[in-house]
């Protein structure tokens, strides 16, 4: 059975950091691209980042561009979103995805684009 386990979320004070992790089992993901979403009370999912699967191509959402970094260790079936300069409209759930397609060059920034999806983590930032 195919698993993908967020873990690191919690409530932070705006400025903060916190450091996101996806676990993944039941398969291998180092062919496949990966990402994060989230999506906040009231909200649609949206496209945070995402990661080819070596790692040497990255893509962000221009609101969390500079801030957010996502990198893998496919060694450890795990991807991370490290988040600094947390923001109050950082607050909502966080989630990991992973694509079934290897070797995907062309990052996907829609849900759509994925096909695997964790139960999320919530980040919730306070002022």
């Known amino acids: 059975q195919v698993q993908l386990v967020e873990s690191g979320g919690g409530l932070v004070q705006a400025g903060g950091s916190l450091r996101l992790s996806c676990t993944t089992s039941g398969r291998t993901f180092s062919r496949n691209a990966m990402g994060w979403f989230r999506q906040a009370p009231g909200k649609e999912r949206e496209f945070v980042a995402a990661?080819?699967?070596?790692?040497?191509?990255?893509r962000y959402a221009d609101n969390v561009k500079g801030r957010f970094t996502i990198s893998r260790d496919n060694a450890k079936n795990t991807v991370y979103l490290q988040m600094n300069s947390l923001k109050l409209e950082d607050t909502a759930v966080y989630y990991c995805?992973?694509?079934?397609?290897?070797?995907?060059?062309?990052?996907?920034?829609?849900?759509?684009?994925?096909?695997?999806w964790g139960q999320g983590t919530q980040v919730t930032v306070s002022s």
């Open positions: 990661i080819t699967s070596s790692g040497g191509t990255t």
């Open positions: 995805a992973a694509q079934d397609r290897i070797y995907v060059r062309v990052i996907s920034t829609t849900s759509a684009g994925y096909d695997y």
